[in-house]
């Protein structure tokens, strides 16, 4: 699988972590993101943890500074500039804990996403007239994904010729349009450069997003 980096593990350590199934995201926005406008990126990570569902959530619940009241995950609140959070359920196959947490901050601001050093830039560059809202990397046990999500300043049309240029040369190429109340989403599908890719324009909210997928090498 992918190496853990960027994690930050003396905030929001694991506890008791077992090598069965785990994966991991990262996810950075940008200033054109009006999703998150208030956090600079988000990590997750999911894992099987070794011990009592009361013994990982006593873990999380001892290293919140201010709990969140009303909170939806099972422990939720801030570690300074931190937001963090944790749920925690039984497995009912291994009989371990399956635990998800996630943490943010506002303050440390990225640039790039650190985790996108492979992305083949070069073979998906972005419509000129768009601004980059997030980048988002997922680690899962048999592939890993790159996201990215623009704000298109310019038209869909404009936008779609873009994209269907770049996939010209992409095996099982598809195209399928969906009109609703809201507006009209273009998906474009294919196989490229070593990836199953897929791309989105929305009309409704004026985004696009690029997601490409393979498995480990």
Not at 4 to 17: D, I
Not at 112 to 126: E, H, I, Q
Request: hydrophobic share 35%; net charge negative.
């Amino acid at each position: 699988m992918c190496e853990l980096k960027e994690y930050p593990a003396t905030v929001w350590p694991l506890f008791n972590v077992q090598d069965r199934q785990n994966n991991f995201w990262m996810e950075v926005y940008y200033p054109a993101d009006f999703v998150y406008p208030d956090v600079t990126f988000y990590y997750g990570v999911q894992y099987g943890a070794k011990g009592t569902e009361a013994e990982v959530i006593k873990h999380y619940h001892d290293l919140v500074e201010a709990h969140q009241i009303n909170a939806f995950s099972d422990v939720q609140g801030t570690i300074g500039k931190w937001e963090v959070h944790a749920n925690v359920e039984s497995s009912f196959y291994t009989g371990e804990q399956v635990v998800s947490v996630m943490v943010g901050n506002n303050t440390i601001k990225y640039e790039s996403n650190p985790l996108f050093t492979d992305f083949p830039t070069a073979s998906f560059p972005a419509f000129q007239q768009s601004a980059p809202m997030s980048d988002l990397f997922h680690c899962w046990s048999t592939n890993i994904e790159y996201q990215r999500r623009y704000k298109n300043n310019g038209t869909a049309t404009d936008a779609l010729n873009h994209y269907r240029n770049l996939m010209s040369g992409a095996t099982g190429f598809t195209e399928n349009a969906v009109t609703d109340s809201y507006g009209t989403t273009t998906t474009l599908k294919g196989n490229l450069v070593g990836y199953t890719v897929e791309i989105a324009i929305r009309t409704s909210n004026n985004t696009i997003t690029v997601k490409l997928e393979k498995p480990h090498s």
